[in-house]
């Protein structure tokens, strides 16, 4: 059974930093696309950043040149390095990665459970 788990959250002052951490678990033939989201209270879930098996990013304007995401793909492991951070980022970081497992053979999306950050002004 393929799980997501997330760490590295938790409570950080403006301007300071924090990495999260998704590994994925099971029997997994092949990871693709890997991305972070995140849910602030009261709003929608929304974009972090995404990155390919190739490595190439894509990131939400807000978080551009403070946020960076990384990858191992032989752990299929995403990580998330956050700089800078305001206390508008607070809000439940959730994984996601797009892969095949063995059991079924039938590639789809998987979501971590979340970890919350929380940014104090």
């Known amino acids: 059974q393929v799980q997501l788990v997330e760490s590295g959250g938790g409570l950080v002052q403006a301007g300071g930093s924090l990495r999260l951490t998704c590994a994925a678990s099971?029997?997994?033939?092949?990871?693709?696309?890997m991305g972070w989201y995140r849910q602030p209270p009261g709003k929608q879930r929304e974009l972090v950043a995404t990155?390919?098996?190739?490595?190439?990013?894509n990131y939400a304007d807000s978080v551009k040149g403070r946020f960076t995401i990384s990858r191992d793909n032989a752990k299929n492991t995403v990580y998330l390095q956050m700089n800078s951070l305001e206390p508008e980022d607070t809000a439940v970081y959730y994984c996601?990665?797009?892969?095949?497992?063995?059991?079924?053979?039938?590639?789809?999306?998987?979501w971590g459970k979340g970890t919350l950050v929380t940014v104090s002004s």
């Open positions: 996601n990665a797009r892969l095949i497992p063995i059991a079924t053979m039938t590639l789809r999306d998987y």
């Open positions: 099971g029997s997994i033939l092949r990871t693709y696309e």
């Open positions: 990155i390919t098996r190739g490595m190439s990013t």
